[in-house]
Nanobody, 118 residues
Framework: QVQLVESGGGLVRPGGSLRLSCEASESIESLFAMYWYRQLPGQQRDFVASILRYGGINVADTVKGRVSISRDSAKNAVHLQRNNLKSEDTGVYYC????????????WGHGTQVTGSS
């Protein structure tokens, strides 16, 4: 069972930046892919960005140019850098991981809240 713990959320002003981190309870080298999703109350979780074990990166069109994702194998972590934040970037950010060893298993973290301020 892989545990994912997100951190780095908080109150951010428009145009500001923050760095979200997702730390895994085991080596991220065992995880095929790691993702970040964002969710607003009453809505589905929306894809933000993903990074594969071998480095392939995908970013949602709605945030391209304002988001970067990276892996830190030494810390078993994946980071999401968010720049030029807008009010619509508010929400709970979740980390999601897929492990494929003997069959596929999916894991979710509990989320970290990002709130935009005026």
């Amino acid at each position: 069972q892989v545990q994912l713990v997100e951190s780095g959320g908080g109150l951010v002003r428009p145009g500001g930046s923050l760095r979200l981190s997702c730390e895994a309870s085991e080596s991220i080298e065992s995880l095929f892919a790691m993702y970040w999703y964002r969710q607003l109350p009453g809505q589905q979780r929306d894809f933000v960005a993903s990074i594969l074990r071998y480095g392939g990166i995908n970013v949602a069109d709605t945030v391209k140019g304002r988001v970067s994702i990276s892996r830190d194998s030494a810390k078993n972590a994946v980071h999401l850098q968010r720049n030029n934040l807008k009010s619509e970037d508010t929400g709970v950010y979740y980390c999601y991981a897929v492990r494929i060893i003997t069959g596929r298993k999916d894991y979710w973290g509990h989320g970290t809240q990002v709130t935009g301020s005026s």
